[in-house]
Nanobody, 126 residues
Framework: QVQLVESGGGSVQAGGSLKLSCAASGVTGRSSCVAWFRQAPGKEREGVAVKHTRNEGTTYADSVKDRFTISQDKAKNTVFLQMNRLKPEDTGMYFC???????????????????WGQGTQVAVSS
């Protein structure tokens, strides 16, 4: 059974950092893609970063490259999103999502992700 539970959101000033966690039971031990998405009020959901749990491949949205880092701790079945140099436009609800994948595949943020967490709120003030 897959269960995704996000935590770590909060309020921070621009330029600050936050680290989000996704407790991904039933996922990290298998070949899968685990992604972070975000959605700001009135805007469409945006893929932020995705990581393959077996081949370690990662993909980032252009808007967060060189600022955000996705990583995993397999022993803890957890996927992290380290967010540095935060901007007000990073504000939104952040969701963890997962989908099964073949071992050699490259994860794609545009793919269909059937498993989702409940989200954690991030607010960045200027």
């Amino acid at each position: 059974q897959v269960q995704l539970v996000e935590s770590g959101g909060g309020s921070v000033q621009a330029g600050g950092s936050l680290k989000l966690s996704c407790a991904a039971s039933g996922v990290t031990g298998r070949s899968s893609c685990v992604a972070w998405f975000r959605q700001a009020p009135g805007k469409e959901r945006e893929g932020v970063a995705v990581k393959h749990t077996r081949n370690e491949g990662t993909t980032y949205a252009d808007s967060v490259k060189d600022r955000f880092t996705i990583s995993q701790d397999k022993a803890k079945n957890t996927v992290f999103l380290q967010m540095n140099r935060l901007k007000p436009e990073d504000t939104g609800m952040y969701f963890c999502a997962a989908r099964w994948s073949t071992i050699t595949a490259r994860c794609d943020l545009r793919a269909d992700f059937p498993y989702w967490g409940q989200g954690t709120q991030v607010a960045v003030s200027s």
